[in-house]
């Protein structure tokens, strides 16, 4: 079976038509629901260019701030002032101008260890949720975004670590990254992720096009493994694009 026999994948000119893509996506996402609203945000540089266009004239207006949630699916463990912060990164882009501050909810890197901050995480999404255990047919998230790193790892899921296994806890602890950062981390599991209405890839520019050959090749890499419950979406620029992909 083809990667995208279960998933959409859609190519766009370069990073800021991406970011456009992405922004219209999460606004589609955000329409389909009238009641309270889950995002999950993710790290790394991918999606800067997203969050500053929410934050602009043309995007603010259209985010109905006081029912929209932000999550973060994976965390670098160390301080929320540090610029390796992802929900850091989120903020100073455009959460901490826009969004209610009760309606931020970061992983607290504050914690005694990253194992005790994924236990916190976890009884906050439940307690978000409303219930212990998932359901496909409630997802947790409507829209969760994701990124892929050069060994594959998505969220902070590396390739042969533990957190690929898991299955039962929603979140996890990660003493050692497998790249750069390499600074512990916490992060989302499978099915937290999986749970939710779309989970959106964004992948831009030449230095992604080798990881995304492997991945678009049916490799099994934690990027090629993470998968809605509903849908999955691969937003990917001309540069990012494998060869066999073009044209
Ligand atoms: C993180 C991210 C991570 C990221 C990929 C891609 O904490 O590093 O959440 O999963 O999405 O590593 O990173 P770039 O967007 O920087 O290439």
Not at 143 to 158: K, N
């Amino acid at each position: 079976m083809g990667f995208f026999d279960q998933r959409t994948l859609i190519t766009v000119a370069d990073p800021e038509a991406l970011a456009a893509a992405a922004a219209e996506r999460l606004l589609a996402r955000i329409a389909a629901n009238s009641g309270r609203i889950a995002i999950c945000l993710t790290g790394g540089s991918s999606p800067k260019k997203l969050y500053a266009l929410l934050a602009s004239d043309a995007y603010r207006g259209r985010i109905p701030w006081q029912r929209t949630h932000w999550f973060i699916g994976d965390e670098r463990f160390v301080p929320p002032d540090d610029p390796l912060h992802n929900m850091g990164m989120a903020r100073a882009l455009f959460l901490d101008r826009l969004a209610p501050a009760a309606n931020i909810h970061p992983i607290p890197t504050d914690a005694a260890s990253p194992d005790d901050a994924a236990g916190r995480y976890q009884r906050l999404l439940q307690s978000f949720y409303g219930a212990d255990a998932l359901s496909p047919a409630r997802p947790l998230f409507d829209l969760v975004l994701m990124g892929a790193g050069p060994d594959g790892h998505t969220a902070s899921i590396f390739p042969g670590y533990p957190a690929e296994r898991e299955s039962a806890r929603w979140v996890v602890g990660v003493p050692e990254a497998n790249v750069a950062p390499l600074v512990p981390r916490v992060t989302l599991t499978f099915p937290a992720l999986a749970s939710c209405r779309e989970m959106l890839f964004e992948a831009a520019g030449s230095d992604k096009r080798a990881i995304l050959t492997r991945l678009f090749d049916g490799e099994n890499l934690p990027a090629s493994r993470a998968r809605s419950v509903d849908q999955t979406v691969w937003l990917v620029d001309q540069a990012a694009l494998p060869e066999n992909f073009r044209g």
